[in-house]
C-alpha cells in the first residue's frame, strides 16, 4: 500500500507545480500586457495634448539642395563676405518631394532672395542660424506652385561657412 500512497502523492506534486507553473505564467504574461497597453496609452495621451497634430511618416523624407554661395554685406568688413551654406529639407510627403523637385530652380530663387537679406552679423549667433532655419522653413512652405503646397517641416544645415 506505501508503494500506492507514494505514487500519489508524486502525482499530487507534480500536479500542484503544473499548477502553480500556470498560474505564474498567467500573472507575468498579464502583467506583461497589461504594461503594454498601459504604455501605449501614455503615448496616446501624450499626443492628444500636444498642440501640433501633424502625423509624420515613419521614414522622414530628405531633399538635399545644392550649396548656395553668395556675398553678405557686412559693417565690419567693408567687402562683404561670402556666405557658402547647404541644406537639406525635411518633408511631410512624396507629394512635397516631387514638388520640389520640379519646382527646384524657383524654390533655389527665394531662398536666395532670403540669404541675400541677412548679414554676415546676425548669422554668426547661434539664434541667427536657428531664425534662418524658421525663415527657410517658412519661405518654403509659403510657396504655392500650380495650387499644389508644399510642407517642410524641418531644415538641417549640412555647410555653413561664413568668410
Known amino acids: 500500500m506505501e508503494g500506492k500512497n507514494n505514487m500519489s ?8 507545480f503544473f499548477i502553480i507553473g500556470l498560474i505564474i505564467g498567467v500573472i507575468f504574461t498579464s502583467t506583461f500586457y497589461y504594461m503594454k497597453e498601459n504604455r501605449a496609452g501614455i503615448i496616446i495621451a501624450k499626443s492628444l495634448y500636444d ?7 515613419l521614414s522622414p523624407l530628405y531633399v538635399d539642395l545644392e550649396p548656395f554661395t553668395l556675398n553678405l554685406n557686412s559693417t565690419h568688413q ?5 556666405l557658402y551654406i547647404g541644406l537639406t529639407l525635411k518633408l511631410n510627403s512624396e507629394e512635397s518631394q516631387e514638388i520640389i523637385k520640379d519646382f527646384l530652380p524657383e524654390i533655389r530663387s527665394q531662398l536666395l532672395m532670403l540669404f541675400s537679406q541677412q548679414t554676415a552679423d546676425y548669422l ?9 532655419a524658421i525663415e527657410v522653413k517658412n519661405t518654403i512652405n509659403q510657396l504655392v506652385i500650380q495650387k499644389k503646397e508644399i510642407k517642410v517641416i524641418g531644415v538641417l544645415f549640412n555647410a555653413f561657412i561664413l568668410r
Not at 502523492?9 to 507534480?14: E, N
Not at 567693408?78 to 561670402?82: K, Y
Open 9 to 16: 502523492s508524486g502525482r499530487k506534486s507534480r500536479w500542484f
Open 124 to 132: 554668426l549667433t547661434i539664434e541667427g542660424k536657428q531664425q534662418l
Open 78 to 82: 567693408p567687402g562683404g563676405r561670402v
Open 51 to 57: 498642440n501640433d497634430f501633424s502625423i509624420e511618416p
